[in-house]
């Protein structure tokens, strides 16, 4: 049994696609009931409150956390003590910087360094940004052909969620991922611009980029979140803390295959758009 929490998220649900592909049985961790596909057992808790999660350690070998919650060291407790030998933590780009000032670094290396003290086998994947957050273009989108946001000179080499599923799923299930932290990126580094170009041709568009200020950006994105968040983006984009420009060869030596473009995973969502 393979516990997967977050399993409604983009990687958590990625994550699940990929072992029920397996036919591997899956223990699927969610705050509300919900309906899942054939061989998913379904489970509620809260991954902030430690004690909703001892229950579900019975009968798991393996489990995926994601960053950042209070419960996590608990559940790994209750899983070692219920026999699990294996945890695969989403951890992030950030994390290797090992900048515990940074905000959002900080809770992605705290959380390793709470894996790697759990005494189970660990493996720690850190991807790029997901290609998934240009879904926050939607709104945008559809009162217009504009796309405006931040950071508009980094290009970033942004990675499909479903390859960091099928990472995931590859880590949890095969010998040989122990004790390993994987860099994540998709096979080309695009700048927002181009895209907003790859985007617009999938869906028949003529779409453009503007890209804010950073005076424009630091009050967008402080009116979305907490301002050390802000910090911690600026400091990731606009004085180079991390790189995600960089293509990682990981996925593809890893899967045994290309890692997924843009392009492809705009065409698999265009409805969505």
Same mark, same amino acid.
């Given at each position: ?53 001892? $229950?579900? +350690?019975?009968?798991?070998? #393996? *489990?995926? /956390?994601? !960053?950042?919650? %209070? ?6 407790? &209750?899983? $070692?003590? +219920?026999?699990?030998?294996? #945890? *695969?933590? /989403?951890? !992030?780009?950030? %994390? ?6 940074? &905000? ?170």
């Amino acid at each position: 049994m393979i516990l997967i929490t977050g399993a409604t998220g983009n990687i958590g649900g990625a994550t699940l696609e990929a072992l029920v592909g397996l036919s591997r049985p899956v223990r699927a961790l969610s705050r509300t009931e919900r309906a899942w596909p054939d061989g998913v057992e379904g489970v509620t808790g809260d991954l902030d409150d430690a004690e909703s999660l001892v $229950r579900l +350690a019975d009968g798991v070998e #393996a *489990v995926f /956390l994601l !960053s950042g919650y %209070a419960g996590t060291a608990r559940l790994l407790e &209750a899983l $070692r003590g +219920a026999g699990a030998t294996r #945890a *695969v933590l /989403l951890s !992030s780009s950030s %994390a290797p910087s090992g900048d515990e000032t940074n &905000a959002v670094a900080r809770y992605h290396i705290e959380s390793e360094r709470t894996v790697r003290d759990s005494g189970l086998e660990w493996t720690m994947l850190q991807p790029n940004s997901f290609m998934s957050n240009a879904l926050q273009w939607v709104p945008q989108l559809a009162s217009g052909d504009v796309v405006r946001g931040p950071f508009g000179s980094v290009p970033v080499a942004t990675v499909d969620p479903a390859d960091v599923g099928a990472v995931a799923a590859l880590a949890l299930t095969e010998p040989g991922h122990a004790g390993r932290a994987y860099r994540l990126s998709g096979p080309e580094s695009l700048l927002p611009e181009q895209q907003v170009a790859i985007l617009g041709r999938v869906l028949g568009r003529d779409l453009r980029w503007e890209g804010w200020s950073d005076e424009q950006a630091r009050s967008e994105l402080e009116s979305q979140m907490p301002t050390p968040y802000v910090d911690a983006f600026f400091s990731f984009f606009a004085d180079g803390l991390i790189d995600e420009t960089t293509v990682q060869p990981t996925v593809p030596k890893l899967l045994g295959r290309p890692a997924r473009s843009f392009e492809a995973w705009a065409r698999a969502h265009a409805d969505a758009f």
